[in-house]
């Protein structure tokens, strides 16, 4: 199939959806709403003009190393754009926006925890990330050790982290278009999966780079614009927005005071270390340091991340208290029949939504959904492009295949995994429907703090650490956030519907146990590991740490 075929199909398929989505009936959190075309029409325009790009990169993605990183292409500048569109992902526009909404001061404890991860990476990660790695983070882990159980460690937890961020993507995918275009919950989940899963099997990572990009700017640009609006609104008074939320908030002074969604200390530090830590053992996000020529314009692409990232996470703050002085205020047209009591139409995710449609009516809302949709599009594409590379290159190219695999045969196996992923994605998000974004995102995070992150840690900054210590660490810290996870109060409660107070884990997030697991089993077996193995990995520390301080021996960029 030619690109310019491929482009038509996938137009026509997000025009198939937008076309059957309005003549669906729809169920589910609150009634049917009328069909705004021109909402409508600004979101097929920007869904459009994203494709579009897609279709020019993926003439430039021709063999296996651009499918799944473009050959180290991308300036540090650039770079920056694509992680902080990458991690300015539903969860940080829909779930912040709504935690605040509900919560009021507490929905920041998620802004500032993604934040303060990036110190991390910057300092101790993305330097070695540049100089050792390939396509996947398991080539650095696996650098001086033994591949396949390094690697197939680093592939189920990577599929295991994309899979819990992927959920709360569809969730809030799912509820925007149920608003947008009034189809029932399940329906929209299903369609958005399909568009999704074309988009990664169009280009691969060079596409996703530019589509990142372009979704930064739009993100910013959208948000900037919601909160002058929320500001012009009060006189640009932050005093006054503070004071008029807490007047219109059930919780009243509570809303500014900690301890409205985190009741407990313990839970509190586990979610702390789970934000902080998480993002440096997010697949999605290392592979990006895989995009830039070297290890200065790695150190460039955090630089910048974090300067987009924290100055969105304020705009969030903003708008969430925005949502609440402008939709409390005049309940009617978006809350469940016109009661605050009865919640917001499509759940407190939509908050920003709503917002949008008060301060700017339809074409406001129009683009802002269109925003928010693109958004979810770019970050779903970089996570399944993740997953898939996780399996294709880390299982099947090296750990199966022990390097014989082509090219090819790579991409085939990606996009059968890519296709995979969006099915069980699909089907999660149906199961997750009424969960906030952000909190679902932070039970990635806690998978990736206790399972990647100590796994690259210490496979990079210590040189005893061995293959038995790391692989064993790993699983146990793998295994221990993943089981925490499913008896905590938000799946065993929330989502399996056992009663209230039954969890027997009852914290919000395990990394507060798994982690310091993982890296205790990691230094103790490593420790006591003296076989012949053992020994020359620990040999070959010190090449390895030449290469990760001085970038000898990095993979060289290529230009296109």
């Given amino acids: 199939m030619t690109l310019l075929a491929r482009y038509l199909v996938l137009v026509a398929a997000t025009l198939a959806v937008a076309g059957v989505a309005v003549a669906m009936p729809s169920v589910g959190l609150g009634p049917r709403q009328p069909t705004n075309w021109s909402a409508i029409t600004t979101f097929i325009f920007f869904v459009g003009a994203t494709l579009w790009m897609t279709r020019l990169a993926t003439a430039r993605s021709r063999s296996s190393a651009d499918f799944y990183s473009p050959g180290g292409g991308i300036s540090g500048f650039q770079n920056g754009l694509a992680i902080a569109g990458d991690y300015m992902s539903a969860a940080s526009f829909l779930g912040i926006s709504g935690l605040v909404f509900v919560s009021g001061f507490d929905g920041l404890i998620f802004s500032i925890g993604w934040l303060v991860g990036w110190p991390v990476i910057t300092f101790l990660m993305a330097e070695r990330l540049r100089n050792l790695g390939k396509f996947t983070f398991a080539d650095v882990a696996a650098y001086r050790f033994s591949q396949k159980p390094v690697r197939s460690l680093a592939a189920l937890g990577s599929l295991l982290v994309v899979l819990f961020y992927l ?231 090296t750990v199966l295949r022990k390097g014989a695999a082509t090219s090819e045969e790579e991409r085939r196996v990606s996009k059968l995994t890519t296709f995979s992923l969006g099915l069980v994605a699909v089907v999660l998000g149906i199961v997750f429907e009424h969960q906030n974004v952000a909190f679902m995102v932070m039970l990635a995070f806690s998978i990736a703090c206790s399972a990647n992150f100590p796994v690259l840690f210490m496979a990079v900054l210590w040189r005893d650490c061995t293959t038995r210590g790391a692989t064993i660490g790993g699983f146990l810290g793998l295994f221990s956030a993943l089981l925490l996870t499913v008896l905590s109060p938000v799946v065993w409660e929330s989502v399996l519907g056992n009663p209230a107070g039954s969890a027997l884990f009852p914290y919000a997030s395990p990394a507060i146990v798994s982690m310091p697991l993982a890296f205790l089993a990691i230094w103790g077996i490593s420790l006591l590991d003296r076989s012949p193995q053992a020994c020359r990995e620990r040999a070959l520390f010190q090449d390895q740490l030449i290469r990760s301080e001085t970038g000898i021996g990095a993979s060289a960029p290529r230009s296109h």
């Fill in 167 to 397: 959920i709360a993507q569809m969730v809030g995918a799912g509820q925007l278009v149920k608003i947008l275009f009034g189809l029932e919950y399940a329906y929209a989940v299903i369609m958005v999966g399909i568009v999704m899963m074309m988009y990664v099997l169009l280009g691969g990572m060079t596409s996703t780079t530019w589509v990142m990009i372009n979704k930064a700017v739009l993100l910013l640009a959208g948000t900037t614009l919601m909160a002058l609006a929320v500001l012009f609104s009060v006189g640009f008074n932050p005093d006054a927005l503070f004071s008029r939320a807490t007047d219109l908030h059930v919780l009243k002074d509570a809303l500014m005071a900690p301890g409205g969604l985190i009741k407990d200390p313990v839970s509190a530090v586990s979610v702390g270390l789970a934000l902080m830590f998480g993002t440096a053992g997010l697949p999605h996000i290392l592979m990006r340091f895989f995009t830039v020529a070297n290890a200065r314009e790695a150190r460039k692409s955090v630089a910048w991340a974090t300067l987009w990232i924290g100055y969105f996470y304020v705009l969030t703050f903003i708008i969430g208290f925005g949502a609440i002085v402008s939709l409390v205020a005049n309940p009617g047209p978006y809350f469940i029949g016109g009661k605050v009591a009865n919640g917001l139409q499509g759940g407190a995710n939509m908050a920003a939504i709503h917002l949008a449609s008060a301060l700017g009516g339809d074409l406001f809302l129009g683009f802002i959904a269109a925003v928010a949709f693109t958004t979810i599009l770019a970050v779903v594409a970089g996570l399944t492009l993740s997953g898939a590379s996780a399996v294709s290159h880390d299982l099947y190219a």
